[in-house]
Structures are given as structure tokens and as C-alpha cells.
């Protein structure tokens, strides 16, 4: 039996939590702070786990039992972790409202906000909270960080942060509140100047978020910046971890028509696989054709199509890795992407606190490669890279309005998402393939989660690019294709019908808002809708396109 | 050659910094291959292949040279000890090139960092822009570069930066010019800019 401690509540508020609560057994004759019940039971040996509460919680009937199986779920990881609660901030976003705020209670004023995942916590709120005392005796944990008593929660966040506990927000935790707490991210929080020389010490951030909003650090010339380590994002998705690691193969499509450009992405591949631990990575080059002697398909599984066949063939390469891969992941790339092996320890840490059926959106961004001598292919004396479009997680729900906010290398597919996918569709689209297995992973994935983060550079050049193709017959031929099995596949109404072109494009109903959003999607470059040549017009306002080259590209559209 | 442990040199780059050191006419002093995708917005001439100054990323150091000038200056430790290697071997009479042909893969650590943390690469450039204005342009130059600082940054992080060059061994040592007083490749532009624009 975990004992829970009523805190912060005089002897009305106990009894008001006593008469809320069936099931009063576990519950502590106790009336004190948060601090005291922290002190009392940290000082005793016996004490490994304790539930604090605030008076206006209502517990389930079940309670302790979910804690049991909270804790159990966590076992291999007993003394990495510090506290489990029902509402907190995740380091990064999650669920279809792409948020980074969890909350696992019902309120009086809302609900839930998702469901069925434990999650890692950078700050809980501290009315609900199952706190691990043994693994804070063995970090070395005295006390909470000296705070006042608005600033608990920060101040319990920093205690977590320096012991390097991580903190969970779970399901198991799931209560109902009478009072309705809300998460206030955009207020600036001031803590007391103890508190916030603390974290300025320790931090190279210039704002740090708990539940209780921004707090901005100034900085301290006590220590110098080398010396301060205390990353709330980076200790909880180090720390916890309450799922086991995912394996992913880089799936590479390709027709090997520049040698250069898939020696390029198989070589950052590799680099992307050697930052992360022997076996986690797999390498696949899939293909309908028989590769080149001069492609260096060492250390890569390649897999070629049976038979060749007379049309597209993206889908049905997907299909194939779908069907011949075991990882738990598949990654898609084109064969002139490559992967940014900076962020792959980043991406892995994340996926290891994600069940292994959770969709990941990712950020990626386009690169522009040219030539300044026209007419050249790729000479190394006049070839010119420069970073374009990044493609932020935070649109994806652009996505639904027909617009591929999200590109195919921005997803980690559930290799069971891809084995979903019917023969008819794969058989009947192709071109925008990308666009359809995106609504078709947002419909079936049990969960969304968004690393928004570039992982991916995308090469965007004047010829090569299926996206550049001035005919747009095929796309249109696939959006027609698309569009039936939307319609007459029941799983993908439900999504679809949640948003509207207008709910999405008039978020914030902010005039500026709506002018900046069609802005971004008139400069969307892998968006093929009607709006192509007005894209133009604005990449010469943001300076990205030179008149002349404008004029260039004009003529091209007429011929 | 010196390379840094987050670059992959592309086939046939370290081949190409050779070739243009041992085809170059002038006196060599640093050849610079080119890093991609993010490449250095730098000034350079097509013709000549002259740059101010070469990262040392991926670069063919000519050892005379380097023996010559007593190698890297230490003080430094890392960010903008190779801006001061440039100098100086402009300053000695030595050509910097840029070879584009020599490609390196270099997936930077600047692209990857939150906007509001202070990394430990801003951390020891910033100290370091102050120590190389004052080794190169003396006091007025330290003074230009605090004012510059004070406008762009937060004072209380410019004066961590102000204090940690205060704390570096021997920041008060200036360059000796020799027989030159300017140099055309030599040029602060900014904070911690140097010959940012790139020639066309």
C-alpha cells in the first residue's frame, strides 16, 4: 500500500478530500505543507514511494492498483526516475493538437488532452504526484531547492534536474480535479530572485518553462557558462525512457540515376548509424532495377523489386520495404536526401519514451542546389548550396487542407502502418503517394508525436526533382486517385472531418495571421496546387529568387 | 591537413587541396576545401581563389608556414584560432585560398542549437572576437568591439564574456605588423564577422 499524503490542507481540506474519495485506507493522518510531508518521508528509510494530493483530487476506486502498475511499468528503470504525476510538460510535442502540455485529468473545465502513453516530464504540477524517495536517498536528494510556496513547482522541476531524475507523466495517474488548472504557456513567470539565481547558475538557457509558465534567466557571473549542465529537455528524455529502444531502417528509394547524389545519402546514413548504438540503424537501398558496380552498397541490405514494372514504381517500393523489413520503424528517403547524424542521438533518446506504434513527425528543411554558370551540371567551381524551407512539425495540420506540409523523409513510419496500407491504393496512386500514406498514418497511428528538429536535408535543384515538373498531369491524376480512397475508406472520415481548410488557415483570426499563413502557403515549394506561379512572385519578395531568374522561370512555364 | 572530427571528406578532396597548393604560383600559406551543405558565407574571388581567412575545418596548412608563424596561437583554444592563422600568414606574405572542388561534409553545430541557449561555441567565440580585435587592432580595436558587443548583446552575458577575457593568459600581447601597418585581407566587419559578404 502507497501511503498518500493530503498536503497543503488544514483539517476542513482533509475532510473534504476524505469525503470526495471512497476509498480513504492509504490515505495519511496528515496536515501539513508540501515541504514537510517531502521532509517527513524523505527522512524515512521505510518510505520508498508516497502519493502527494492536493484536497481537491478524486481519486479512482482502483488508485492503487494503477500506482502499482505505474511503478511496476518503470521497474528496470527503479532509480532513474524521481516523480510520476497526471499533468505536465513533455519535451517535445505530442498528439494531434501538437502540444507539449499533457494532462491526464478531467477538470471541471476540460478533459484529458490525450491518451494511453506514459511520457517523459521536464515539470509536473505537484497536486498529484507519486514521488520515488528511495531513488532521491540514493541521488544524494536533502531537501527540496529553498522556494516560496507559489513556486513549488519550479522549485520541485530544479530538485529532479540536479539529482538527474527523470519525471513521467502518466495514465495511470488519471483523476479527476475540482479546481481547473491550466497550463500558462504564455506567461512569464518571475520566481523569486533565490530561485532564479539557481537556475541562471546552471543553465545556458536564456528562458526555462515549468507548468507554472516562462521564467527568463538572467545571466550569473558566479559560474561560468562551461560549468552549467542543468538541461531540463536533454535529463528527461535521458532519464526515463519507459519504453525499450527502437530499431529503424533508413530506407533509401531510388533508380540510381546519379551516382553522386545516392553515394551521398548512403555516406550520411552511415554517419547517422554510427552515432547511435551497433544494431539500431539498418541501411536499405530498395530498387526496380539492378544496381550500378560503382554504388557502394557495403554495409547496406538491398532489396529489388521481382519483376519490373510498367509505371511508377515509388508506392510499390514502399510496399516492398513494408513487407521485407522486421524493424520497428521504417524511415523513408529520396536518394538525394541525406540525414543530419548531429540529431541522431536526439531522435533515438526521444524514441525510446515512445510505444513502438506511435507515428513520428520530424522536422526536415530544404537545401537549394545550383549552379551560377548556366548550363553546367554540377561543377564543383560554380555549384552553390544554400539552406531554404524549413518544414516545421508545427504545420502539419496544413496537411489536411491538401497542402504536403509534412515531406516523406519528415515521417518514421510504424513498420505495421506501412503493412496497412491497401494493395488497391498502393496499385492505383503514385505520384503524392508521400501525401496519402501521411492522412493514412494520421488516421490509424494510435499516437502523434512531433521531434520538431532538422533531421533532414532535402536537395532542391533546377532538374531532378519530381516536385519541379512543370507538367502536372500525373499529380493531378494521383490527387483524383487520393481523393476516392479518402472518400470510401470509413477510418480516414473521422480524421478528415475534424478539420476544414478555414478552421486551420484562420487559427489566431488575426488579419496579419491569415496574410502570414497564406504568404507561407503561397511560398510552400511542395505544395502542387494551382498557386505554383504566385510562389514565384513571393520568393522574390523574401529575396530567395532574383528577377532575372524569375523571368527565367516564366519563360520555362510558357514554353 | 587539419579536419575536424565532425567532417567526412568527399572522395577526391584531400587530392584537390594538394593540386592547388602544388599548382599555385604564389606563396601558399593555408589551402581551404569547401564544407557542405552549410557553406561559410565568406569573401573569396573566383579567379584567384583568395580568402581573407580559412576555416580550419578542412584545410592544407603549408609547415613552413606554420613553423614559421610558431604554429596556432593557443590562447585561443577553440573558434577563431584559424581566422588568426589566416592573418597572420597574409601578414607574412603568404596566400590563403578556398578550393571549392575540395568538398567536405560538415554538418555544423551552429545549425542545430536552440536560439535561446548560449552554446560553449558562441561562449568562445565571442570571448575570442575580443581577444583577436585586441591582438590585431590594439586597443581602439578592443574598444570597437565591446561597443559592438554592448549593442548586440545582453549586458549581463557580455559581461560574463568581459570577464572571461580578462581571465585568458596573455590577452594583452598585440601583433607585431613587421614592416606592414594594414593588410586589405584583415577586416573585422561585426561581431565576430569576418569578410562575411561573399564576392561575386
Known amino acids: ?302 532489396i529489388q523489386m521481382a519483376e519490373p514494372e510498367d509505371r511508377d514504381t515509388r508506392f510499390l517500393l514502399v510496399e516492398l520495404a513494408g513487407r521485407k523489413l522486421t524493424s520497428d520503424y521504417l524511415w523513408f528517403v529520396d536518394d538525394d536526401d541525406w540525414m543530419f547524424p548531429n540529431a541522431a542521438s536526439l531522435l533515438a533518446n526521444t524514441m525510446t519514451n515512445l510505444s513502438k506504434e506511435t507515428l513520428v513527425l520530424i522536422g526536415s528543411r530544404h537545401f537549394h542546389e545550383r549552379n551560377l554558370v548556366v548550363g553546367q551540371d554540377r561543377d564543383p567551381n560554380t555549384y552553390q548550396v544554400s539552406p531554404g524551407h524549413y518544414f516545421s512539425t508545427r504545420n502539419f495540420r496544413l496537411g489536411l487542407t491538401g497542402l504536403n506540409q509534412i515531406p516523406f523523409c519528415s515521417v518514421l513510419w510504424p513498420v505495421n502502418l506501412i503493412r496497412a496500407v491497401s494493395r488497391e491504393a498502393v496499385d492505383s496512386v503514385t505520384y503524392a503517394e508521400d501525401f496519402f500514406l501521411l492522412l493514412h498514418g494520421l488516421s490509424l497511428a494510435q499516437q502523434v508525436a512531433f521531434v520538431d528538429r532538422m533531421f533532414v536535408g532535402i536537395s532542391i535543384r533546377e532538374n531532378g526533382n519530381t516536385v519541379n515538373e512543370t507538367n502536372r498531369s500525373k499529380w493531378h491524376q494521383s490527387s483524383a486517385e487520393i481523393s476516392y480512397f479518402l472518400s470510401n475508406t470509413p477510418s480516414y472520415g473521422k480524421l478528415l472531418s475534424t478539420y476544414t481548410r478555414e478552421q486551420i488557415v484562420n487559427t489566431g483570426s488575426t488579419r496579419p495571421g491569415l496574410v502570414r499563413r497564406l504568404v507561407a502557403l503561397l511560398r510552400d515549394p511542395n505544395a502542387w496546387r494551382s498557386a505554383r506561379d504566385l510562389r514565384l512572385f513571393s520568393r522574390v519578395l523574401s529575396g530567395e529568387l532574383s528577377p532575372i531568374e524569375l523571368f527565367r522561370k516564366i519563360l520555362l512555364i510558357l514554353r | 591537413m587539419i579536419i575536424n572530427p565532425d567532417c567526412i571528406a568527399m572522395p577526391g578532396s584531400i587530392d584537390s587541396l594538394v593540386q592547388t597548393f602544388e599548382n599555385s604560383k604564389g606563396r601558399i600559406g593555408i589551402v581551404e576545401g569547401r564544407q557542405w551543405p552549410f557553406e561559410h558565407p565568406k569573401e573569396f574571388k573566383i579567379d584567384t581563389k583568395h580568402t581573407p581567412w580559412a576555416s580550419g575545418a578542412f584545410a592544407l596548412i603549408s609547415s613552413n608556414f606554420y613553423k614559421e608563424v610558431d604554429g596556432m596561437d593557443e590562447n585561443y583554444f577553440l573558434y577563431t584560432e584559424d581566422v588568426d592563422l589566416s592573418w597572420r600568414a597574409w601578414l607574412q606574405g603568404y596566400e590563403v585560398l578556398y578550393e571549392r572542388t575540395a568538398e567536405v561534409v560538415h554538418f555544423t553545430g551552429g545549425a542545430f542549437y536552440d536560439e535561446d541557449q548560449v552554446e560553449v561555441e558562441k561562449f568562445y567565440s565571442l570571448r575570442n572576437f575580443l581577444y583577436i580585435s585586441h591582438k590585431f587592432f590594439g586597443a581602439a580595436g578592443l574598444t570597437t568591439a565591446k561597443r559592438q558587443m554592448h549593442l548586440t548583446l545582453p549586458k549581463q552575458f557580455v559581461n560574463e564574456i568581459f570577464r572571461a577575457f580578462r581571465e585568458m593568459p596573455n590577452r594583452s600581447q598585440t601583433f607585431k605588423f613587421g614592416h606592414l601597418k594594414r593588410h586589405r585581407q584583415v577586416k573585422i566587419t561585426g561581431v565576430n564577422l569576418y569578410h562575411e559578404l561573399r564576392a561575386k
Not at chain 1, 524515512?44 to 502498475?69: G, K
Not at chain 1, 517523459?120 to 536533502?142: C, E, H, K, Q, Y
Open chain 1, 1 to 302: 500500500m502507497i501511503p498518500v499524503f493530503v498536503t497543503d490542507a488544514q483539517k476542513l481540506g482533509l475532510e473534504k478530500f476524505l469525503a470526495n474519495n471512497e476509498d480513504q485506507s492509504f490515505v495519511q493522518d496528515f496536515m501539513g505543507s508540501f515541504d514537510s510531508a517531502f521532509e517527513r518521508c524523505l527522512g524515512d528509510q521505510e518510505c520508498e514511494f508516497a502519493v502527494f494530493a492536493s484536497e481537491h483530487m478524486v481519486l479512482p476506486r482502483n488508485f492503487q492498483r494503477y500506482l502499482s502498475e505505474a511503478i511496476e511499468s518503470l521497474d528496470y528503470r527503479r532509480h532513474s526516475w524521481g516523480a510520476i504525476g497526471n499533468f505536465g510538460i513533455t519535451p517535445f510535442a505530442f498528439g494531434m493538437s501538437h502540444s507539449n502540455v499533457v494532462k491526464y485529468r478531467n477538470d471541471v473545465g476540460s478533459l484529458v488532452s490525450v491518451g494511453a502513453e506514459a511520457l517523459p516530464s521536464t515539470s509536473l504540477f505537484t497536486d498529484l504526484v507519486l514521488i520515488n524517495f528511495d531513488a532521491l536517498r540514493l541521488a544524494g536528494v536533502t531537501t527540496l531547492v529553498p522556494h516560496s510556496k507559489k513556486e513549488i513547482e519550479a522549485a520541485f522541476a530544479i530538485t529532479m534536474a540536479e539529482a538527474r531524475l527523470g519525471m513521467i507523466v502518466s495514465p495511470k495517474l488519471a483523476t479527476f480535479s475540482l479546481s481547473a488548472r491550466e497550463f500558462p504557456s504564455s506567461r512569464t513567470f518571475k520566481l523569486s530572485r533565490k530561485l532564479e539565481q539557481r537556475l541562471s547558475e546552471q543553465s545556458r538557457y536564456k528562458t526555462v518553462s515549468t507548468v507554472l509558465g516562462k521564467h527568463e534567466i538572467t545571466f550569473s557571473a558566479k559560474k561560468s557558462i562551461l560549468e552549467r549542465n542543468l538541461d531540463f529537455n536533454q535529463i528527461s528524455l535521458k532519464e526515463n525512457g519507459p519504453h525499450p529502444r527502437k530499431t529503424i531502417s533508413i530506407v533509401i528509394r531510388t533508380q540510381f540515376r546519379d551516382k553522386f547524389l545516392i553515394n551521398r545519402t548512403i555516406m550520411s546514413a552511415r554517419s547517422y548509424a554510427a552515432q547511435v548504438p551497433v544494431g539500431e540503424i539498418e541501411i536499405v537501398v530498395v530498387s526496380d532495377r539492378n544496381p550500378p558496380w560503382d554504388i557502394d552498397l557495403s554495409e547496406v541490405t538491398y
